[in-house]
C-alpha cells in the first residue's frame, strides 16, 4: 500500500467515523492536489481553535483556490460551519476533507476535475 492509500484509508475512516457528508473522490482529488502536505502531522489538519489557521483557509483556499470572492465573514462562517460539521469532538479535522467540503458547500468541486 502506498502512503498516499494510507491517508486515504484514514480519511475514509473519519468520514464513516463522523457521518460526514462528502464524496470519497473528492476527498482523493483533494488530497492529491494538496501533495507532500499531507504526509505531515502539522499541515495534514486544520485547527479550528485557532483564527490563525481559520484565516489561512479563507485567503489561501476559498479565495485563492476557489475564486471565492464573498466578504470575509461569510467565507469564515462557512469555515466555522465546516468545523461544526466535522464535529467538535473530532481532534483532527484532516484537511482534505475540510477542503472537500467547502468546495463542495461554495459548488466549486469542478477545481479537483482535471
Not at 14 to 39: Q, T
Not at 65 to 82: H, I, N
Not at 85 to 104: D, E, H, Q, S, V
Request: charged share 30%; hydrophobic share 35%; proline share 4%.
Amino acid at each position: 500500500m502506498t502512503k498516499f492509500e494510507e491517508q486515504m484509508v484514514k480519511y475514509k475512516e473519519a468520514i464513516s467515523k463522523y457521518s460526514i457528508d462528502v464524496p470519497v473522490d473528492l476527498v482523493e482529488s483533494a488530497a492529491a492536489a494538496l501533495g507532500p502536505s499531507i504526509y505531515k502531522s502539522d499541515s495534514n489538519g486544520v485547527a479550528c481553535s485557532q483564527k490563525s489557521e481559520k484565516d489561512y483557509v479563507v485567503e489561501k483556499f476559498l479565495k485563492g483556490k476557489l475564486g471565492l470572492s464573498e466578504d470575509d465573514a461569510t467565507l469564515m462562517k462557512a469555515v466555522d460551519e465546516v468545523c461544526e460539521k466535522m464535529g467538535t469532538k473530532n481532534p483532527m479535522k484532516y484537511r482534505p476533507i475540510f477542503y472537500a467540503l467547502l468546495a463542495k458547500k461554495f459548488g466549486k468541486e469542478s477545481v479537483y476535475n482535471a
